[in-house]
């Protein structure tokens, strides 16, 4: 077919660059700029600041080799954290990013990473970002406008024409860009607030696949799994106006039931072509949509490259501006011989459960 020839085509050139100028692309690229927002599939980077590298000891929980703004860097237009409250040194309670717990692995406050994107922000000026936040602790829009605003980011913040329904047209990527309304915010389970206007309630807009996935035989189903008023219901996902997430992703299941992100097969798993692969469910998904996911979502988005398959879902060969990183697995070359078991690393966290349960039986 066109688009695994297509598909194939990219894998051998995973980075392909243009001699356009990088004033004249949208999301680094030209052909992009007249096109919807919700007509572009955009690579987005599961657990965005959730790293598996030196920083935190090549924490198990980590689920992508590169920060946020290296992810911004090599093309990755969509970024996903989890938020949670955390008490600070002071004894108040802020919004942290934590993956699954605090005690897991804690990236910071909310705000110190919505910083670092609002600089990004400030020095590329033709792109637009994704942001979505899994809300974990049930986090009020009131409870996370303040982080947005004192980061400053809340002035690219796109508002839409209404909080309670999906807008049958987005604008298009240099609508936003001319506009500098260059954010798009959502929050999981997010009651609207006409303070923060710009942070939109996820399932109103977004519907998702499914995202526990343990087996490569997950990805030969695209039906949708939330929100639940059109879960296994395709047409009527579609009918509603919301854009397609197609989670693509896959977990381990470790000691005392914790789900780690599968680095052993990431290979696989975001390759372009080939059973379990990116590139495949991206084709299963149109298929059953007649459409591309406006967003595809993954791990270790370097390897693969996952890119790739979303250059080819959005037709871009004139690629300009990205900054190229290693597409191989990042390994931790420490002295160890293996992964240390240091802050954020599952092993820490089931040793201090082991004892936990330990001196409670004594």
């Known amino acids: 077919m066109l688009y695994t020839a297509l598909l194939s085509s990219f894998a051998l050139l995973p980075l392909l660059y243009s001699t356009a100028s990088a004033d004249t692309a949208c999301n680094n690229s030209p052909s992009l700029c007249s096109k919807n927002y919700n007509n572009i599939t955009h690579l987005g980077a599961h657990d965005s600041p959730f790293l598996r590298d030196k920083s935190t000891d090549f924490s198990e929980s980590g689920?992508?080799?590169?920060?946020?703004?290296?992810?911004?860097?090599?093309?990755?237009?969509?970024?996903?954290?989890?938020?949670?409250?955390?008490?600070?040194?002071?004894?108040?309670?802020e919004w942290h990013l934590c993956h699954t717990s605090c005690s897991l692995l804690d990236s910071?406050?909310?705000?110190?990473?919505?910083?670092?994107?609002?600089?990004?922000?400030?020095?590329?000026?033709?792109?637009?970002?994704t942001i979505l936040l899994v809300n974990s602790d049930d986090a009020a829009a009131s409870d996370l406008g303040p982080s947005f605003k004192d980061s400053g980011i809340s002035d690219y913040a796109y508002t839409p024409p209404s909080s309670s329904a999906a807008p049958t047209s987005w604008p298009t990527l240099e609508n936003l860009i001319s506009n500098n309304t260059r954010l798009i915010t959502f929050v999981a389970s997010l009651t609207p607030d006409t303070a923060y206007p710009y942070l939109m309630d996820e399932?109103?807009?977004?519907?998702?696949?499914?995202?526990?996935?343990?087996?490569?035989?997950?990805f030969s189903s695209c039906q949708p799994n939330r929100p639940s008023s059109v879960a296994n219901q395709p047409s009527e996902a579609i009918d509603s106006g919301r854009m397609f997430l197609m989670n693509h992703f896959l977990d381990s299941s470790e000691l005392f039931g914790i789900e780690t992100p599968n680095e052993d097969a990431v290979n696989v798993t975001n390759a372009a072509t080939g059973?379990?692969?990116?590139?495949?469910?991206?084709?299963?998904?149109?298929?059953?949509?007649?459409?591309?996911?406006?967003?595809?979502?993954?791990?270790?988005?370097n390897v693969g490259p996952a890119i790739a398959s979303v250059d080819a879902a959005n037709g871009v060969t004139d690629a300009v501006g990205r900054t190229a990183v290693t597409t191989a697995k990042v390994e931790d070359t420490g002295n160890w011989g293996v992964r240390a078991g240091g802050k954020g690393s599952v092993g820490a966290v089931v040793v201090a459960m082991v004892v936990a349960v330990w001196f409670g039986g004594l």
């Open 203 to 218: 399932f109103t807009f977004v519907f998702e696949s499914a995202f526990e996935n343990t087996s490569p035989a997950n």
């Open 275 to 301: 059973t379990g692969s990116l590139g495949a469910q991206m084709e299963v998904c149109d298929k059953l949509y007649g459409r591309e996911p406006t967003f595809v979502l993954v791990d270790f988005f």
């Open 63 to 93: 689920n992508q080799y590169f920060n946020s703004t290296v992810q911004l860097d090599a093309g990755v237009r969509l970024l996903t954290a989890q938020v949670h409250k955390a008490n600070s040194t002071s004894g108040d309670a």
């Open 108 to 129: 910071g406050t909310l705000e110190s990473w919505l910083s670092s994107i609002k600089s990004w922000l400030d020095t590329n000026k033709n792109d637009v970002v």
